[in-house]
Structure formats: C-alpha cells, structure tokens
C-alpha cells in the first residue's frame, strides 16, 4: 500500500514561518496531484495549495502570496512554505496524494492521506 509522513508543524508567533513536508511510499506507480488542506476546530476541512506533477499550483485565496507549495517528484514528497502566519492559520494540516499504485499485477487508483500535523499560530 501507500502512506504519507508528514512533519514540520508546530507553534509559531504570528507573523512568523514554518514548512511542512509530506513523503509518500509504498507501491507507488505514479502521483497525479499532492495537496495539503487543512481543518480548524469546528470547521470543514479545506484545501489549502496543490501541486501537480507537471507543477501546475492552486491555492486557497486565504493563502495567496504567503504560503508557497513545491514537489519533489523523484522523491514524492511535497512541501509547504508557510510566512507570514496568521492565528486564523492554525489548523491540523493534511497531506493528500492522488494517483496510480501497484495492486497485485494491477494498478489501482491512489487517494491517500496523513495522518495530520498540528499547526498552532499564536503568541
């Protein structure tokens, strides 16, 4: 199967930086898209930036020209750059993948996630 491993939260000062990163492994034949999203306390999980392998982004407009995401496509790991922290940032921050895997002799459609990383902005 494939998992993804995620780390680089934590507690930051408002206004302050952190990078979150996400590797996938496992049986992992291609990865179309990685994503992180995110969900606050008592609210929907939303999707933050994604990233393709051809390295076309989308970001949350709450997140434009603060928060930068890149991939590593040899590694299938993807990043988030995080400045500029806002308090209404803080969230548990989720790494997505969707693509293609190796099921026995068969490939077999891929949507994984992690198991989540807390983000605390606060001072």
């Known amino acids: 199967q494939v998992q993804l491993v995620e780390s680089g939260g934590g507690l930051v000062q408002p206004g302050g930086s952190l990078r979150l990163s996400c590797a996938a492994s496992g049986s992992i034949f291609s990865i179309y898209a990685m994503g992180w999203y995110r969900q606050a306390p008592g609210k929907q999980r939303e999707l933050v930036a994604a990233?393709?392998?051809?390295?076309?982004?989308n970001y949350a407009d709450s997140v434009k020209g603060r928060f930068t995401i890149s991939r590593d496509n040899a590694k299938n790991t993807v990043y988030l750059q995080m400045n500029s922290l806002k308090p209404e940032d803080t969230a548990v921050y989720y790494c997505?993948?969707?693509?293609?895997?190796?099921?026995?002799?068969?490939?077999?459609?891929?949507?994984?996630w992690g198991q989540g990383t807390l983000v605390t902005v606060s001072s």
């Open positions: 997505n993948a969707e693509g293609e895997y190796y099921s026995g002799s068969r490939l077999s459609h891929l949507e994984v």
């Open positions: 990233i393709t392998s051809g390295g076309s982004t």
